[in-house]
């Protein structure tokens, strides 16, 4: 058996069947050459378990004899300690990739424990920006070079690139958890998030004027859904959160007693007061007939939500018809708050009005009586509905059935 060189593999030719030459110096290290002439270097050796394991760790004419005699070695070492290269190239092969890992926490975690909303905006943010850059990366080998490279190339929309960081982050977190990354190797770790300017803003009598008649246009015209105009005038009057919105389905909705009974949001469950334009908007849309099972604002289906991606498409064209093209529709329960405040009602009452969990969220837009979530549920959804109709704000007293 000859010692492998340089010379010696130049006189080796391709046959029928894969040619093997082994070294005399160095026991499992062996030159393999295809019949389509491709060579290769390989080490043969047994593993832990007595298996006889074969490995190709370099292709002849990219490494030379010198290179690969010294990598052989390495090899070997590395084998009589314990190691097993031919499975760990096999396990890493069959190793989850970052889009089969997305698919996992959507399975296994956002869905059974988060609310719809919050899913789809998940996998919106999975979709655009981290399968597209980095689905293809096995999860055991995503570096923190490569996240930066990620949350970098959003820099210029902050937000959006901190949310696709977090989620990520969270996504490594379960892999750790699932066992496919080792403990405390989240990539997502020092990553620096981007600062973020308040986003907070509410809309003005003149911009709720514009957007009301660009519904109206929308409305006579048909050119968006009569559904999407519902949503964007419920959240409107209510300052609802989106995902209740499109979450409620009609045995939610009590019009006698003016509320909405939802029993999961951002909070827990909860009451929402219907001021009187938002209950007139309601049971005119509750006209249609049999409600039961129905969402009240739905997709093409009344038994289907609408869908998030359809409704931000359809105001991101209503906001640019009323010339409001930075105005979300998360604006809308600011202004509710805002509104709140304005017309003189206190903490206490604009917390309960917008379901927040403390009054710390609510100190920004800033007495109960003896009915005053309604009594301000009416003042400031009819101060809305009338600057959206263009028109000096007009208080409508509750008159709830009996």
């Known amino acids: 058996m000859p010692k492998i060189s340089e010379s010696l593999l130049k006189r080796v030719k391709p046959a029928d069947r894969d040619v093997f030459v082994w070294d005399s110096a160095i026991p499992g290290f062996g030159f393999r050459l295809k019949k389509s002439g491709a060579g290769s270097f390989i080490v043969q050796y047994r593993n832990s378990g007595g298996?006889?394991?074969?490995?190709?760790?370099?292709?002849?004419?990219?490494?030379?004899?010198?290179?690969?005699?010294?990598?052989?070695?390495?090899?070997?070492?590395?084998?009589?300690?314990?190691?097993?290269?031919?499975?760990?190239?096999?396990?890493?092969?069959?190793?989850?990739?970052?889009a089969v890992l997305a698919q996992r926490y959507f399975n296994e975690h956002a869905e059974p424990h988060k609310r719809p909303s919050s899913v789809a905006s998940d996998k919106r943010l999975n979709k655009a920006h981290i399968e597209k850059r980095l689905g293809v990366i096995k999860v055991a080998d995503l570096a923190r070079a490569d996240v930066a490279k990620m949350h970098h190339a959003l820099r210029d929309t902050p937000y959006e690139a901190n949310r696709a960081l977090a989620l990520l982050s969270k996504m490594m977190h379960l892999a750790e958890a699932w066992g496919l990354r080792p403990d405390g190797s989240n990539p997502c770790r020092h990553v620096k998030r981007y600062r973020e300017e308040k986003r907070e803003r509410f809309l003005s009598g003149e911009e709720l004027a514009r957007i009301g008649a660009a519904l109206a246009d929308a409305e006579r015209d048909g050119s968006e859904a009569a559904d999407v105009i519902a949503t964007v005038r419920l959240l409107a009057l209510t300052g609802c959160r989106l995902g209740e919105i499109?979450?409620?389905?009609?045995?939610?909705?009590?019009?006698?007693?003016?509320?909405?009974?939802?029993?999961?949001?951002?909070?827990?469950?909860?009451?929402?007061?219907?001021?009187?334009?938002?209950?007139?908007?309601?049971?005119?849309?509750?006209?249609?007939?049999?409600?039961?099972?129905?969402?009240?604002?739905?997709?093409g289906e009344p038994k289907e939500p609408l869908s998030v991606s359809a409704l931000e498409k359809a105001w991101?064209?209503?906001?640019?018809?009323?010339?409001?093209?930075?105005?979300?529709?998360?604006?809308?329960?600011?202004?509710?708050?805002?509104?709140?405040?304005?017309?003189?009602?206190?903490?206490?009452?604009?917390?309960?009005?917008?379901?927040?969990k403390t009054l710390a969220m609510t100190?920004?837009?800033?007495?109960?009586?003896?009915?005053?979530?309604?009594?301000?549920?009416?003042?400031?959804?009819?101060?809305?509905?009338?600057?959206?109709?263009?028109?000096?704000?007009?208080?409508?007293?509750?008159?709830?059935?009996?």
């Open 51 to 98: 298996r006889s394991r074969r490995y190709r760790f370099g292709r002849y004419g990219t490494m030379t004899v010198t290179e690969a005699r010294k990598e052989a070695r390495r090899l070997l070492s590395a084998i009589d300690n314990g190691a097993d290269p031919a499975s760990t190239r096999t396990d890493k092969r069959g190793a989850p990739t970052v």
């Open 246 to 299: 499109l979450g409620v389905r009609w045995e939610r909705v009590d019009l006698k007693a003016g509320v909405l009974r939802l029993p999961d949001s951002k909070t827990g469950a909860k009451t929402v007061q219907l001021g009187a334009p938002a209950r007139a908007l309601l049971a005119e849309m509750a006209k249609g007939g049999d409600s039961a099972g129905r969402y009240v604002v739905h997709g």
């Open 316 to 356: 991101a064209r209503l906001r640019l018809k009323a010339k409001i093209p930075d105005a979300r529709l998360h604006d809308f329960r600011h202004t509710v708050g805002t509104y709140g405040g304005a017309a003189g009602f206190n903490a206490f009452i604009i917390r309960d009005l917008l379901g927040h």
């Open 363 to 402: 100190g920004r837009y800033v007495e109960k009586d003896a009915d005053p979530l309604k009594r301000a549920a009416d003042a400031v959804a009819n101060r809305i509905a009338a600057a959206m109709d263009g028109k000096q704000a007009k208080i409508v007293e509750s008159k709830l059935a009996s």
